[in-house]
């Protein structure tokens, strides 16, 4: 049986070259830790929050994630579609999500705010009912994507071919449309 942590602060640790103890951690805060190229794998985070981390690159396979807000973190090259998917549930504010793979997953209702998201994969991903607010999609893959009612009114460098994904009711403002129509190589005037 796994060991049980609750309710601890754990600041300014560093995990890249000893891992974390493999816990359950409950109600549990990280902040300005170093998880990066590091080891999570396996690991049970139940309503966790992470602030001001770095864990690009980390292993999450097998890791589950529920009720687990990440604030001003480094989340670069993470592949969550390998991670633990039942009860996934997390939030992200201000975090730099670059290169990482949400592949297959069910996120319905997910909630991206101010999230850099350069070329992350959300391939085959349902993402119906989500918000992406103010976020950076550069090079982000839509590909076999559920977007329906998703809102992607405020987010910003994105291409998304409305042939290729499931964008029923999908919110976006006049002033990011051109997003939808890159494939057609329009000009655009503002």
């Known amino acids: 049986m796994e060991k049980l942590i609750l309710d601890q602060t754990f600041k300014g640790q560093k995990y890249t070259e000893d891992r974390l103890p493999r816990a359950e951690y409950e109600n549990c805060t990280f902040e300005s830790c170093d998880f990066s190229k590091g080891y999570l794998d396996n690991q049970t985070f139940l309503e966790c929050e992470f602030i001001d981390c770095n864990l690009s690159n980390a292993n999450i396979v097998n890791t589950t994630f529920k009720e687990v807000k990440f604030s001003h973190c480094k989340l670069m090259g993470l592949a969550f579609n390998t991670c633990n998917t039942f009860l996934m549930d997390f939030s992200f504010f201000d975090c730099n999500l670059s290169f990482s793979i949400f592949t297959d997953l069910k996120l ?44 992607l009114s405020t987010a910003l460098n994105f291409s998304i071919d409305p042939d290729n994904n499931t964008m029923a009711g999908a919110i976006f403002s006049k002033d990011n449309l051109s997003g939808l129509l890159q494939k057609h190589k329009l000009k655009i005037l503002k």
């Open 108 to 151: 319905v209702s997910q909630v991206f705010v101010i999230c850099k998201m350069e070329e992350v994969d959300f391939g085959d991903c349902d993402l119906s009912k989500s918000k992406f607010d103010e976020c950076d999609l550069e090079r982000a893959i839509f590909s076999r994507t559920n977007l329906e009612k998703a809102d």
